[in-house]
């Protein structure tokens, strides 16, 4: 079993800049990918980003790219999403998730494994 914590969210207001950790824990792996999403409410949760757990590809959805990077520390078992010039439209709860997989996948249906969510809301 892989649990993952997510801590950082808050308030922010439009324009500023938040970081949010994803901590892993449990079964050690040596491949994965770990994924961001965001729902909104009354909206499906989206894809934002993903990475490979050694840190290689990143990649975002369009809607983030340029403004949100995702890395990782593996000495401290943590992927990190830095989401500068936020937007209103950004609010939402986020969530990490993680699949024991080399490939990539947009869809949360792809990841087993999930935490427990984060809000970000970003003020106008």
């Known amino acids: 079993q892989v649990q993952l914590v997510e801590s950082g969210g808050g308030l922010v207001q439009a324009g500023g800049s938040l970081r949010l950790s994803c901590v892993a824990s449990?079964?050690?792996?040596?491949?994965?990918?770990v994924g961001w999403f965001r729902q909104a409410p009354g909206k499906e949760r989206g894809f934002v980003g993903a990475i490979r757990w050694n840190g290689d590809s990143p990649n975002y959805d369009d809607s983030v790219k340029g403004r949100f990077t995702i890395s990782t520390d593996n000495a401290k078992n943590t992927v990190y999403l830095q989401m500068n010039n936020l937007k209103p439209e950004d609010t939402a709860v986020y969530y990490c998730?993680?699949?024991?997989?080399?490939?990539?996948?947009?869809?949360?249906?792809?990841?087993?494994?999930w935490g427990q969510g984060a809000q970000v809301t970003v003020s106008s």
């Open positions: 998730a993680a699949r024991l997989s080399f490939t990539f996948s947009t869809s949360a249906s792809g990841y087993a494994y």
């Open positions: 449990g079964r050690t792996f040596s491949y994965a990918v």
